[in-house]
């Protein structure tokens, strides 16, 4: 009698997993857009062009002035290694314009939190980031559509106030 209820039990259990298994995957299945033309990714050159653009943009913020204003920011620069930073923010970056990359790093708001973002640096950000993409004749689409990203993840970096 008691292995017959651990039987029905192990079937009950199986069952439920698989079935919650299958509704993930036919989930998922449905959520998935028709791909319309190249990726951001692709439009704007794969991984080495998104790297020399993401090398180009810390570089910058690491001199610019609105964000050496702010301590924190400065510590961090001085604590995290760049070149950790640089890959980091590609593998991000290309993984969210649809390249092959998986980031693993922090969420935006455990690695930003801290750092107590204003809506002053938020803004010099997109600045640096606009400056960045015209001096590699990034059509302004894209651009829009880079800028886009970023704001996206404006709740995840700023400070509460």
Not at 69 to 76: D, F, K, L, Q, Y
Request: glycine share 4%; charged share 30%; hydrophobic share 40%.
């Amino acid at each position: 009698m008691k292995k017959e209820r651990l039987f029905k039990r192990f079937v009950f259990v199986l069952a439920a997993v698989f079935t919650a298994a299958l509704w993930s995957v036919s989930a998922g299945a449905a959520e998935e857009k028709p791909v319309k033309g190249p990726s951001l990714y692709e439009r704007l050159g794969g991984l080495n062009n998104i790297a020399v653009l993401i090398d180009d943009v810390i570089e910058r913020s690491y001199v610019d002035e609105v964000f050496k204003a702010n301590p924190r920011i400065e510590e961090a620069h001085k604590r995290y290694p760049k070149a950790a930073y640089k890959f980091n923010s590609t593998a991000l970056a290309c993984m969210i314009m649809g390249g092959p990359q998986k980031y693993t790093g922090r969420s935006m708001k455990d690695a930003h939190q801290h750092l107590m973002i204003t809506e002053k640096e938020w803004n010099e950000l997109k600045v640096i980031v606009r400056d960045s993409m015209n001096s590699f004749k990034v059509p302004q689409k894209e651009q829009d559509e880079v800028v886009a990203i970023i704001e996206s993840t404006k709740g995840d970096v700023l400070a509460a106030h």
